[in-house]
């Protein structure tokens, strides 16, 4: 039996569609809420294996511990102090709010996105779901007018992600795009895991996980703690991470590729991105699971990206215009 499929069931009060790679095993189930990928299944010999650590039910879909999986959009990570300034006017995002902590993630993780398109042939299976709900007024600090689009599909090579985000206001606005995956393997021990990051610098930042101002941000990889440096895939060990890394390389089909590898079963996962930075987040501090997966995120931009004048041209998108950016995951055994 061959061919891709595409249904929807419910998960709870959600809509949910299942994405189906027949001939390769592969099963993707993505909610309606968030457009939030809530598992990814490999099946190999009759052996099931799941490689996203979603949410495990509806219940922690509608409360969206930990950001699994979320769409981070129209910024992604962290605001320090959840304020910015955009063409010399400063925005709060917490009015009012004297001890401020910060804003994350963006704001769509718990809306119901639209479904605009779905498609399964030969050849994959395709869902694309779109939100025009930032808009000037829904979320403080933010007057910005944004249609965003995000686009799953299942192929041959994998599970690909395409985001639009289009400006559809009359001024100029800061967005950019981040995408929060767990990545997991059944059975074994995440210090035995094999991670490898191919990036020439590591991301510095404060206690608070805000990057440092301006090159002071940027560490080279051979000047970081030792631990730190996964150029080459090595076992994860007993290290604690939570760091952005940046000046990656990129493979020679235009991809970069961050790989977790399984050396138990031989599985590999390769999440691949064309631009921007990858934070790499052992999931120390999680409120479930403690260190039972790997985050591996891909940003068009890093944290506090709204308030940095390196990051000015990337988050900058003009009236009328779209930006497109594309990441995903590839499996194998290596």
């Given at each position: 039996?061959?061919?891709?499929?595409?249904?929807?069931?419910?998960?709870?009060?959600?809509d949910?569609?299942?994405?189906?790679?027949?001939?390769?095993?592969?099963?993707v189930?993505?909610?309606?809420?968030g457009?939030?990928?809530?598992?990814?299944?490999?099946?190999?010999?009759?052996?099931?294996?799941?490689?996203?650590?979603?949410?495990?039910?509806?219940?922690?879909?509608?409360?969206?511990?930990?950001?699994?999986?979320?769409?981070?959009?129209?910024?992604?990570?962290?605001?320090?102090?959840a304020?910015?300034?955009?063409?010399?006017?400063?925005?709060?995002?917490?009015?009012?709010?004297?001890?401020?902590?910060?804003?994350?993630?963006?704001?769509?993780?718990?809306?119901?996105?639209d479904?605009?398109?779905?498609h399964?042939?030969?050849?994959?299976?395709?869902?694309?779901?779109?939100?025009?709900?930032?808009r000037?007024?829904?979320?403080?600090?933010?007057?910005?007018?944004?249609?965003?689009?995000?686009?799953?599909?299942?192929?041959?090579s994998?599970?690909?992600?395409?985001?639009?985000?289009?400006?559809?206001?009359?001024?100029?606005?800061?967005c950019?795009f981040?995408?929060?995956?767990?990545?997991?393997?059944?059975?074994?021990?995440?210090?035995?895991?094999?991670?490898?990051?191919?990036?020439a610098?590591?991301?510095?930042t404060?206690?608070?996980?805000?990057?440092l101002?301006?090159?002071?941000?940027?560490?080279?990889?051979?000047q970081?703690?030792?631990?730190?440096?996964?150029?080459?895939?090595?076992?994860?060990?007993?290290?604690?991470?939570?760091?952005?890394?940046?000046?990656?390389?990129?493979?020679?089909?235009?991809?970069?590729?961050?790989?977790?590898?399984?050396?138990?079963?031989?599985?590999?996962?390769?999440?691949?991105?064309?631009?921007?930075?990858?934070?790499?987040?052992?999931?120390d501090?999680?409120?479930?699971?403690?260190?039972?997966?790997?985050?591996?995120?891909p940003?068009?931009?890093?944290?506090?990206?709204?308030?940095?004048?390196?990051?000015?041209?990337?988050?900058?998108?003009?009236?009328?215009?779209?930006?497109?950016?594309?990441?995903?995951?590839?499996?194998?055994?290596?």
């Open positions: 039996m061959s061919g891709f499929s595409l249904e929807k069931t419910q998960w709870g009060i959600h949910m569609f299942v994405l189906h790679d027949v001939q390769r095993g592969r099963r189930c993505v909610a309606q809420r457009a939030n990928l809530v598992s990814l299944e490999q099946t190999i010999d009759g052996v099931t294996h799941a490689l996203i650590d979603g949410y495990r039910d509806a219940d922690e879909l509608e409360r969206s511990p930990s950001s699994r999986s979320a769409i981070m959009a129209p910024f992604a990570n962290r605001i320090a102090e304020r910015y300034t955009f063409d010399g006017k400063t925005y709060d995002m917490q009015p009012g709010v004297e001890a401020q902590r910060g804003i994350r993630h963006g704001f769509v993780r718990t809306l119901d996105f479904v605009a398109s779905q399964a042939d030969t050849h994959g299976a395709r869902m694309t779901f779109s939100t025009s709900v930032i000037p007024g829904t979320f403080p600090g933010y007057p910005f007018a944004i249609d965003l689009a995000v686009t799953y599909v299942l192929d041959a994998g599970l690909s992600l395409m985001v639009s985000m289009r400006n559809v206001g009359n001024e100029s606005a800061p950019f981040g995408w929060h995956p767990y990545f997991r393997f059944d059975g074994t021990e995440l210090d035995t895991w094999e991670l490898q990051v191919p990036a610098k590591l991301v510095r404060s206690p608070e996980l805000i990057p101002a301006g090159e002071e941000a940027f560490l080279p990889i051979e970081a703690p030792k631990e730190l440096d996964f150029r080459h895939s090595r076992p994860i060990g007993s290290v604690k991470i939570d760091c952005a890394f940046a000046d990656l390389a990129h493979d020679a089909d235009g991809r970069v590729r961050t790989r977790l590898r399984d050396p138990a079963s031989g599985l590999r996962i390769s999440m691949w991105q064309e631009r921007g930075v990858v934070l790499v987040f052992t999931a501090t999680v409120s479930r699971d403690v260190r039972r997966a790997v985050a591996m995120e940003m068009e931009s890093m944290s506090n990206a709204f308030n940095r004048a390196d990051c000015a041209d990337a988050i900058r998108l003009e009236p009328g215009v779209e930006r497109v950016f594309r990441c995903g995951v590839e499996i194998d055994r290596a």
